[in-house]
């Protein structure tokens, strides 16, 4: 009988032994298959990378076909704002093009250089502008524009209906202001009286460019939508509903010279300032992309601004991996 437990026993034993070599086999099995998972998601990622990438050489060529020769940048060619697909081996790559000039610098509120920003009052009226032609009331204007100068500026001293640091340490959690230009628009809701409604409402016509220069804005590229910009540059002497007929208006190739646009009647009744008859240009000099690539299973989104400056070649500014917000 003790022969017959000792066999037992041994069998038992190496029974458990099969069984915990079998658990641990199948644990090194699935380490190995999640590591050639992993190991294959980041290829496909990297891979996703390097199209996205290659989309700037794609909007770089794009670019330099847009220049007529002649320093104008028109809408010919169905360009702005359109997706173009891209078949790629194992996926699709849909890149657009945006003219970025049709919309109102942000940064443009201030001049003088880095960390010694001050108040433009040129920038500030134009802002206000803007925001009484989306309909907020001239308060809220006021105190939008204010909230926007000293979140930039350099002093702790608030404009008339602005707010420096006192009033951002007592939200919770606390913070302070800036100090420096913005770089994306975002940064509009960490900033007084620009709540989510409001952000909603003015995003579509505003812009961070990486400079404070008031807003060079190309006639030759507005759309209908952009109509509120010919008003803010008439400080609302061009209702909307004006602007949109003198962009009705533009001939089919673009105007060739400035001096067209200003000869419009509309345009000369509105009496244009000489800030806005400087800003008012022919040709676009920054340029939007936004670029979504499939491949593998891996998704990727990459969102880049680009500098054409006629000086040299087109420069990339800025490029992030995700959304444009």
């Known amino acids: 009988?003790?022969?017959?437990?000792?066999?037992?026993?041994?069998?038992?034993?190496?029974?458990?032994?099969?069984?915990?070599?079998?658990?641990?086999?199948?644990?090194?099995?699935?380490?190995?298959?999640?590591?050639?998972?992993?190991?294959?998601?980041?290829?496909?990622?990297?891979?996703?990378?390097?199209?996205?990438?290659?989309?700037?050489?794609?909007?770089?060529?794009?670019?330099?076909?847009?220049?007529?020769?002649?320093?104008?940048?028109?809408?010919?060619?169905?360009?702005?704002?359109?997706?173009?697909?891209?078949?790629?081996?194992?996926?699709?790559?849909?890149?657009?093009?945006?003219?970025?000039?049709?919309?109102?610098?942000?940064?443009?509120?201030?001049?003088?250089?880095?960390?010694?920003?001050?108040?433009?009052?040129?920038?500030?009226?134009?802002?206000?502008?803007?925001?009484?032609?989306?309909?907020?009331?001239?308060?809220?204007?006021?105190?939008?524009?204010?909230?926007?100068?000293?979140w930039i500026d350099r002093d702790q001293v608030p404009g008339p209906s602005g707010a420096e640091d006192p009033a951002y340490a007592s939200r919770g959690p606390g913070y302070r202001t800036s100090g420096a230009l913005l770089a994306e628009v975002s940064e509009l809701r960490a900033i007084v009286a620009h709540d989510a409604g409001a952000y909603g409402r003015l995003r579509p016509h505003v812009c961070a460019q990486p400079d404070n220069a008031l807003s060079p804005i190309n006639l030759n590229t507005l759309e209908d939508d952009d109509a509120l910009l010919l008003s803010m540059l008439s400080d609302n002497a061009l209702d909307p509903a004006a602007a949109r007929r003198v962009i009705a208006a533009r001939p089919a190739h673009g105007w060739r010279q400035l001096h067209e646009f200003f000869s419009l009647d509309a345009i000369r009744a509105a009496g244009l300032g000489d800030d806005a008859m400087q800003q008012v240009r022919l040709a676009t000099r920054y340029f939007s992309l936004r670029t979504e690539v499939e491949y593998d299973g891996a998704e990727v989104v990459l969102s880049a601004l680009l500098d054409s400056d006629s000086h040299g070649p087109v420069r990339l500014v800025a490029r992030r991996w995700t959304h444009d917000e």
Do not use: K
């Not at 050489?57 to 702005?80: F, K, M, P, S, V």
């Open 1 to 150: 009988m003790t022969g017959a437990h000792e066999r037992g026993a041994a069998l038992l034993t190496v029974l458990l032994l099969v069984a915990v070599m079998t658990v641990l086999l199948v644990a090194v099995m699935d380490d190995i298959r999640f590591g050639l998972r992993r190991t294959g998601n980041a290829q496909a990622l990297a891979q996703a990378q390097w199209y996205a990438l290659g989309s700037e050489e794609l909007a770089r060529a794009r670019i330099h076909q847009l220049d007529r020769g002649d320093g104008r940048t028109t809408l010919e060619g169905g360009w702005n704002g359109r997706p173009f697909v891209f078949p790629i081996d194992g996926g699709v790559m849909r890149v657009r093009l945006d003219d970025a000039s049709a919309c109102f610098n942000l940064n443009s509120v201030v001049e003088g250089a880095p960390n010694q920003w001050i108040r433009r009052e040129a920038g500030v009226r134009q802002y206000r502008a803007l925001l009484q032609a989306l309909d907020f009331t001239p308060g809220q204007a006021a105190a939008m524009a204010d909230a926007l100068v000293d």
